[in-house]
């Protein structure tokens, strides 16, 4: 309960911020809305911004789903290889110094302007933290439970399986809790490179008719759910996290 | 279970080109209780993982293994200080992990069988965090029960105990592995003098072999034997200390 208390005093801590620089630079309304401004906005385009939303939505939880499969199982992989690790590794190193703004166009142009090249731009921006901070856990050398099975005759496949991938679940709960945060980034970044759909278009669309209390109020629902998300995130991995 | 093989380990061993041990010869009788008695870092572990086939960074050149001939791959388990109960798997869970790691099922009657012969019947389904420190280690001794080895390799497994709990484990690990060929690595006189068939000191000055008085193990704590040869283990371990050597 004093954690709901907090956070809304910090809410409005942060309302009151807003409206004073609005009172103090006396800017335009069209430069900075003020924030009864915004939420009346928000009040009245309830329902564009729903459509829009669940745009974005969709493209995050699915990016965010099979960015989660993808960077687990290449960690597994990557885990019981010393050769995979040796090929791979460098390459998934040099993917990170791409930036992933500059693949937002190519993959407009390979996955058009739908659904497909945003959820393709957020599994790319999750991929690596969920990839690199499972495999960091899965390295981890445990020498004294991997002994023990292998003098119990497990074979290495075997002690990845029951002992190395369930001891480095908190590892891939670290990864996902960051995913969270990124994914509604990458779905956004594509939506502005090229959509007719979500919020990250709303906004620019926004933008372009100098309705700046719109773009705020699509700003604020797109940060909403992404604190939602993490805290949906942080809260199912809890058990991963508990373990020991 | 197959029939307990006698161990013999000769030779010498290395880790990054320092010495651990030289020209050393030790015998495990077969089927008996065979107590490895020595001071801290004098290699005692090393030779228990040798014979666990656990060599890590040591180089070993010589014997080392069944006096049978035959690989003791596949005829050992082992059980250290730290339990290694791994914290995501209940006592159950845990105790037959031997058998998921070879991809085979557990026998469910054996492991009540063994359960209750631990005296953890009642918390199979318990955490290794909600037990206590002599529970999980009594979770230990099942699952290397559950292992069913001709060989049990032990790794000062009582040492972290209280005095009670310690008392109890060895008693009932001594019962629960009769007929086993056991090494048990100790730094503590009290625990050799109650439980070895066959004690050796490992020390500086190399191996000291001790006839203990007969009878069968675990013997009564306050036996004045007993209590006597824990007394004169405790002289080889001072005597043999560099700084004594030194002081004298």
Known sequence: ?244 | MSAAPALEVTGRAEIAGRTLFEDLSLQVPAGRWTCLLGPSGIGKSTLLRLLAGLAGPVTFTGRCGAADGTPLQGRVALMAQDDLLLPWLDVAGNATLGARLRGRRADPARLDHVLAQVGLADLATRRPAELSGGQRQRAALARTLMEDRAVVLLDEPFSALDARSRARMQELTADSLQGRTVLLVTHDPAEAARLGHRIVVMTERGLHDLAPPPGPVPRPAGDAATLRLQAELLEILRRDAPTARAAG
Not at chain 1, 164 to 170: F, G, K, M, S, T
């Open chain 1, 1 to 244: 309960m004093s954690g709901l208390r907090a956070l809304a005093a910090s809410a409005l801590l942060g309302l009151a911020l807003w409206q004073g620089l609005v009172w103090v630079t006396g800017l335009p309304r069209f430069i900075l809305p003020g924030p009864a401004r915004v939420a009346e906005t928000l009040w009245q385009s309830r329902a564009l911004l729903a459509e829009h939303a669940l745009v974005t939505m969709a493209e995050v939880l699915i990016g965010l789903g099979l960015g989660t499969v993808l960077g687990a199982l290449s960690a597994i992989g990557l885990a019981a290889s010393a050769r995979a690790r040796r090929l791979v590794g460098p390459l998934l190193v040099f993917s990170q110094a791409v930036p992933v703004f500059a693949l937002a166009p190519l993959l407009t142009l390979w996955f058009g302007y739908g659904l497909g090249s945003k959820v393709a731009m957020a599994l790319i921006i999750i991929f690596f933290p969920v990839t690199a901070s499972f495999l960091d856990a899965l390295m981890r050398p445990h020498r004294d439970w991997q002994g023990l099975a292998r003098v119990m005759g497990g074979s290495p496949a075997r002690i990845l399986w029951h002992i190395r991938i369930p001891a480095a679940l908190p590892g891939l709960a670290t990864g996902l809790r960051l995913a969270a945060v990124y994914a509604p980034i990458g779905a956004v970044i594509g939506e502005w490179v090229g959509a007719s759909r979500g919020l990250g278009y709303l906004m620019l669309l926004a933008n372009g008719r100098a309705k700046t209390d719109l773009m705020f109020a699509a700003l604020i629902v797109l940060a909403v759910f992404t604190v939602l998300l993490h805290a949906a995130v942080n809260r199912a991995t809890r058990p991963l996290l508990a373990r020991d």
